[in-house]
């Protein structure tokens, strides 16, 4: 089939074209971001994810893979999958219209037999509004609401091997897209698109919660004297009911924190729990910073953040708390210098100059490269990176 990906050359739509095109497809990545799609065409990613640069070296030079900002590419596809979610902005409201008028403003690449399928995460309610611009509009189209489910850095991994949630309105085009994700051998679970639009949210709401819940356990240990981890590994060592039980940590980036703010809108901000682990997960900077003055006068000190990305690993600093970390300590401490293997800052500096000149260290993001290092200063690690445990 003819793909093309509308956002297609972001951390969600260009694993899944790559994926595409591996699997006998002809895609197109578009993206109104002509330099990420320059990079693309040159065969350059655009940001970390293992095992793509290869990937995407082999279905560019087998031309079953290419990269547009020429939104006319779309008017080809036979399949064009929307990768444009709703943001939420500085009040915590989610615009619910965002996709609907990102399709407007190509409304005249569109025809009549095409399957539209939207990938990104999406207020409840918008796949519905999506058909009715399309019945409207460009009567013919096929919609369905197939969210992603990935990780960011195990995206190629994970697309072929998740099953892929369908939401459809009809059998029709449930079929249709089975058939277009059975193409790379997707097990897919057919659901009305309400059903997948809520569980998409259900499911990072839920992560984002858990993630509150053992923060705001590793605060009451940290009061009482006690390192949470020793009481997790307590907790969850041989006993299956609680071994989903994460460490405490940053729980950050564009989709959790994100997705519980779109469901609290949704439910007429009447999900307490939603907002409760909003405030302790976005607290969690200011309680570090409380925890460490206890003991220490930062007035007087250099404080060195290791780690800027919002997770392990990756190059992705978007709604990263250390940059939170990092604004609350340039007005409590002397100096504040950062630091971080995979994200690209002017405002960083090399490691090795932040281990020289800190009086004291938080280790914020767990990147591998951080494990077996030797510190001169007091460290605040999150992630029990250094095995230390993580009282503080």
């Known amino acids: 089939m003819d793909v093309v990906v509308i956002g297609g050359a972001g951390h969600v739509g260009?694993?899944?074209?790559?994926?595409?095109?591996?699997?006998?497809?002809?895609v197109v990545a578009y993206d109104t971001d002509a330099g990420a799609v320059e990079r693309v065409l040159g065969g350059s990613m655009p940001f970390l994810e293992d095992g793509a640069p290869d990937l995407?070296?082999?279905?560019?030079?087998?031309?079953?893979?290419?990269?547009?900002?020429?939104?006319?590419?779309?008017?080809?596809?036979?399949?064009?999958?929307?990768?444009?979610?709703t943001p939420v902005d500085e009040h915590l409201n989610p615009d619910p219209s965002a996709v609907l008028v990102a399709l407007a403003e190509i409304s005249d690449r569109f025809r009549a037999g095409q399957l539209v399928i939207l990938r990104s995460t999406v207020f409840p309610g918008v796949t519905r509004r999506v058909e009715a611009w399309f019945a409207d509009n460009h009567p013919g189209v096929d919609v369905a609401f197939c969210p992603e489910r990935i990780a960011e850095g195990f995206a190629l991994t994970?697309?072929?091997?998740?099953?892929?949630?369908v939401g459809a309105?009809?059998?029709?085009?449930?079929?249709?897209?089975?058939?277009?994700?059975?193409?790379?051998g997707v097990e897919s679970i057919r659901v009305l698109p309400e059903e997948a639009e809520l569980a998409k949210l259900f499911t990072n709401t839920w992560r984002y919660v858990k993630f509150a819940a053992a923060n705001q356990f590793w605060m009451m240990a940290n009061e009482f004297g006690v390192d949470f981890e020793r009481?997790?590994?307590?907790?969850?060592?041989?006993?299956?009911?609680?071994?989903?039980?994460?460490?405490?940590?940053?729980?950050?980036?564009?989709?959790?924190?994100?997705?519980?703010?779109?469901?609290?809108?949704?439910?007429?901000?009447?999900?307490?729990?939603?907002?409760?682990?909003?405030?302790?997960?976005?607290?969690?900077?200011?309680?570090?910073?409380?925890?460490?003055?206890?003991?220490?006068?930062?007035?007087?000190?250099?404080?060195?953040?290791?780690?800027?990305?919002f997770k392990g690993d990756i190059d992705d600093s978007r709604s990263s708390l250390s940059y939170k970390l990092r604004k609350l300590l340039l007005f409590r401490a002397r100096e504040?210098?950062?630091?971080?293997?995979?994200?690209?800052?002017?405002?960083?500096?090399?490691?090795?100059?932040?281990l020289d000149e800190s009086d004291l260290v938080v280790i914020a993001t767990p990147h591998t490269a951080y494990r077996g290092l030797e510190f001169r200063q007091p460290v605040v690690d999150l992630w029990n990176l250094?095995?230390?445990g993580v009282l503080i």
Request: overall charge negative.
């Open 158 to 165: 994970e697309i072929v091997s998740l099953p892929q949630l």
């Open 336 to 354: 504040v210098l950062c630091t971080d293997p995979h994200v690209v800052d002017e405002r960083l500096v090399p490691l090795e100059k932040v």
């Open 231 to 309: 009481v997790r590994s307590a907790i969850t060592t041989d006993y299956p009911r609680a071994a989903d039980m994460p460490g405490a940590g940053f729980a950050a980036g564009p989709c959790l924190f994100k997705d519980t703010m779109q469901l609290a809108a949704f439910s007429d901000n009447s999900f307490a729990l939603g907002h409760a682990a909003m405030m302790v997960n976005e607290g969690l900077p200011l309680y570090l910073i409380k925890r460490i003055e206890a003991s220490h006068d930062l007035s007087g000190m250099t404080v060195g953040i290791l780690g800027m990305a």
């Open 169 to 184: 309105r009809t059998a029709e085009v449930s079929d249709r897209v089975v058939a277009f994700f059975d193409t790379f």
């Open 14 to 26: 260009l694993p899944l074209g790559l994926v595409l095109a591996d699997h006998g497809h002809r």
């Open 56 to 85: 995407l070296a082999e279905v560019l030079l087998s031309g079953a893979f290419s990269a547009s900002s020429d939104p006319a590419v779309v008017s080809d596809a036979e399949v064009v999958v929307v990768v444009i979610g």
């Open 386 to 388: 250094t095995g230390g």
